[in-house]
């Protein structure tokens, strides 16, 4: 049979640790695990926008050197999921003029499609494309014409649960705070139900 006096001492340790004292730590290292989680958001913001401005410049090689820093950005910090994706659009439009434009040159089809679509939109955009694809489907001989893949213009990569940052730290710390309150107070509730229910004269 347990001791009286050891499971009094047991209680008596574990209740020196106020359960307040962990709450307020656990409450601090939350807030900075918040912020190093917000800091590893952002800085994956910043590379995606580096990788749309590189696709605005139109310049292939540093839009491969974006992606590759937004990759590994990405799959080394927690809390930089992507989401959909970063969508190349202009480096998809350059690529759809240009196939359109070697359609044009092979035939009168393209150069009717492109007097009918381009005076009716200002700028290269999802409607000039879609009024493209409707005129060139009213000509049977257009059909060698293939648009780009809009799927391969797409890149998203895929952010890990859990990262050896600080981010990453902060959230062990903030679960391990967690689980040291959870162990005591249910080795508080545990002895104090002992000791009543085994020494009743206590």
Not at 12 to 22: A, D, E, F, I, V
Not at 54 to 81: C, F, P, W
Not at 133 to 160: C, M, T, W
Request: with cysteine; net charge positive.
């Amino acid at each position: 049979m347990v001791d009286k006096k050891q499971v009094k001492r047991k209680l008596n340790t574990l209740q020196k640790l106020k359960t307040w004292q962990l709450l307020i730590i656990l409450i601090f290292t939350s807030f900075i695990s918040a912020t190093f989680l917000r800091l590893n958001n952002i800085g994956m913001v910043e590379r995606r926008q580096a990788v749309i401005s590189a696709d605005e410049q139109g310049d292939k090689e540093v839009i491969a050197d974006r992606l590759y820093d937004l990759q590994s950005y990405v799959s080394s910090h927690m809390n930089t999921d992507l989401g959909v994706g970063v969508f190349l659009e202009n480096s998809y439009h350059r690529d759809h003029k240009e196939a359109l434009d070697k359609a044009a040159a092979q035939g009168n089809v393209y150069k009717k499609v492109q007097e009918i679509c381009v005076p009716r939109y200002t700028s290269w955009s999802y409607a000039y494309v879609q009024c493209t694809v409707d005129e060139l489907g009213k000509y049977p001989s257009a059909d060698e014409f293939r648009p780009p893949n809009q799927a391969s213009y797409i890149h998203s990569f895929a952010s890990p649960i859990w990262s050896p940052d600080f981010a990453g730290f902060s959230v062990l710390i903030c679960v391990a705070i967690f689980i040291v309150i959870l162990i005591r107070a249910t080795g508080v509730i545990i002895l104090k139900l002992l000791l009543k229910s085994r020494y009743k004269s206590i």
